[in-house]
């Protein structure tokens, strides 16, 4: 199915068609082409059910395709540059706290902070382990 007729299939009947996938590299490509025709980035993020500010950036050449959810996995637990704790680590804290240590005498053995500790063992940080 051609831009063309997608563009005017949305604005006659005046629907939005439901969105069941991330935008691809070929909505990418349509939309740039919208763009060269002159179609307006209200109409666009419309047809393609994302915001104003994406059609924007895939404009400008920003657009960065990575989703968050993609971003977090590619930097989760000892990915991430500015983790202190390591998977063995989070394990051995986690079994600690459930043998009835403290919250701060895990924190001073660990050279991390009591809400560190709390966040790991509640599963608020390093929920993939």
Not at 16 to 34: H, M, S, V
Not at 48 to 76: D, L, M, P, V, W
Not at 107 to 128: D, E, F, L, P, Q
Request: net charge positive; aromatic share 6%; with cysteine.
């Amino acid at each position: 199915m051609s831009f063309e007729h997608l563009l005017l299939q949305c604005l006659m009947n005046n629907k939005k068609p439901e969105r069941k996938r991330r935008i691809t590299q070929e909505d990418i490509d349509n939309i740039r082409l919208g763009l060269q025709n002159g179609v307006r980035q209200e109409d666009l993020a419309a047809q393609f059910h994302c915001s104003r500010s994406t059609i924007s950036a895939i404009n400008r050449g920003t657009y960065n395709r990575y989703t968050s959810e993609t971003h977090s996995k590619r930097f989760q637990g000892q990915n991430n540059g500015r983790s202190v704790l390591n998977e063995q680590q989070v394990l051995a804290i986690r079994a600690e706290r459930k043998q009835g240590q403290s919250y701060r005498s895990l924190s001073m053995k660990y050279g991390v902070s009591k809400a560190a500790i709390r966040n790991v063992c509640i599963r608020a940080s390093w929920k993939h382990i």
